[in-house]
């Protein structure tokens, strides 16, 4: 799930771990691009590591060619032009993720969805993956832009809990945010599980 908010952009991920022989730390849906810009996703998972790899090497391109941070847009549309190359070439294959990209750049917080096709759009707040559906329905209902930070992440975590029909595990959540002041944030598990607890009880 992603959500704008004022001042940033949150990303919140449901790992949706199997078993309980798994570590939760080695399951990783959430990547830091660059300083300003981060990436949630859906899908396959080497996939998604692949294209994170990609997009790693374009925002540091950027900034020694130009001397400047890159606009997110600009790297999502080069993400997702690379994506499309897929799907039309044979001996090669789309790559199978949904990837949603946030950052804050000169234009203000940025996130865009993007699909396995390689057409991307901007939204405000959106989800993908299992569970996709409930979680839209009730960011629909109760989604705002002007939200602090604290009730995004509030909001978020519990349109992932009406996505999951209730299954949240709290060692399995993922929260990243990304804002005008510190750049891309990981939270630490005992954030994401106090957050949690706030929202769900």
Known sequence: IGLKFKDGVVLLVDKRISSHLVEPDSIEKIFQIDNHIGCATSGLVADA???????????????????E????????KR???FKQAYTQYGGVRPFGVVLLIAGVDSTGPCLFATDPSGAYMEIKAGSE????????AYLEENYREDMALEETIDMGIKALH?????????DAIEIAV???KEKFRRLSLDESKEYMHKALG
């Open 178 to 180: 990304i804002n005008t």
């Open 129 to 136: 993956g299992a569970g996709r559906s409930g979680a839209l």
């Open 162 to 170: 009406k996505g999951s029909e209730g299954k949240l595990i709290p």
């Open 49 to 67: 590591r692949a294209l994170v790899d990609r997009a790693r090497i374009d925002a540091q391109i950027n900034k020694i060619t130009y001397g």
């Open 69 to 76: 941070k890159i606009q997110v847009k600009t790297l999502v």
């Open 79 to 81: 993400i997702s032009d």
